[in-house]
């Protein structure tokens, strides 16, 4: 079996990991099922690369998942998005179900032959060595990260919101002369249910969003 055609069996083996139902994400977003204690983590990874002329995108990406995550990992050939000709979604299945951990996109002259490998929250929270996703990434063809979400739980009220905005009001956000855009949704007259300070935005390449989701969670005395 060539390596292309494989691809196209990885639907039935996330179809019989989930019982025979249709796989479908169950988390979205940058949720994520584990949260490592201390510093921060990765929360989201976009990579594109150039693949080499006899290189199956999908399968690559697959090849590392397996050696990122373990255990068992399973494709599922569909469309590209995003403009690329070419596009397999990833899962891994838990208790029976097939979870949606990624995806990777490939192919057509829109976007000049590159390849993307899109790494859900998930995803993310799963891998075992980051170590080795850098040497992987390092070892590309023009590689260039185009998405990077880091997240940081202060579990016991380490840093408040009350200090993200004593930064923002001390110019520690400062970029090219003056300070970035802000917005603060969520409950600030009432803060019993979560606050929320939003600086910067995403089509500007950086936003920092600072929450108390202890609160926003149920719990009004969560650090």
């Given at each position: ?28 977003g ?5 949260h ?13 690369f ?7 995108p999908?399968?690559?990406c ?14 599922e ?13 990833y899962y ?5 179900t097939?979870?949606?951990i990624?995806?990777?996109?490939w192919?057509?002259d ?5 390849a ?6 998930t ?11 850098r040497q992987w990434a390092e ?8 998405r ?14 009350e ?10 956000f ?14 600030w007259?009432n803060?019993h249910?979560g ?7 995403r089509?500007?390449g ?18």
């Amino acid at each position: 079996m060539s390596r292309p055609s494989a691809v196209a069996t990885y639907a039935a083996q996330a179809k019989r990991a989930s019982g025979g139902a249709a796989a479908a994400a169950l988390l979205t977003g940058g949720e994520s099922f584990q949260h490592p204690e201390g510093g921060a983590k990765v929360d989201w990874l976009t990579v594109t690369f150039l693949p080499e002329p006899d290189e199956h995108p999908g399968l690559n990406c697959h090849d590392q998942l397996l050696t990122w995550l373990g255990g068992s990992v399973f494709g599922e050939e569909c469309a590209g998005m995003l403009g690329y000709d070419h596009g397999v979604r990833y899962y891994i299945p838990v208790n029976g179900t097939p979870i949606f951990i990624g995806r990777c996109d490939w192919g057509g002259d829109f976007k000049k032959g590159r390849a993307r490998l899109d790494l859900s929250g998930t995803g993310c929270s799963k891998v075992a060595d980051w170590h080795a996703v850098r040497q992987w990434a390092e070892s590309l063809i023009q590689p260039v990260i185009t998405r990077v979400d880091l997240a940081v739980d202060c579990l016991q009220g380490e840093f408040s919101i009350e200090d993200a905005v004593a930064w923002y009001q001390g110019g520690e956000f400062n970029a090219g002369g003056r300070n970035p855009r802000h917005s603060t949704p969520g409950d600030w007259l009432n803060p019993h249910y979560g606050r929320t300070l939003e600086i910067g935005r995403r089509t500007n390449g950086k936003m920092l969003r600072a929450y108390e989701k202890g609160r926003q969670l149920g719990d009004p005395d969560s650090p």
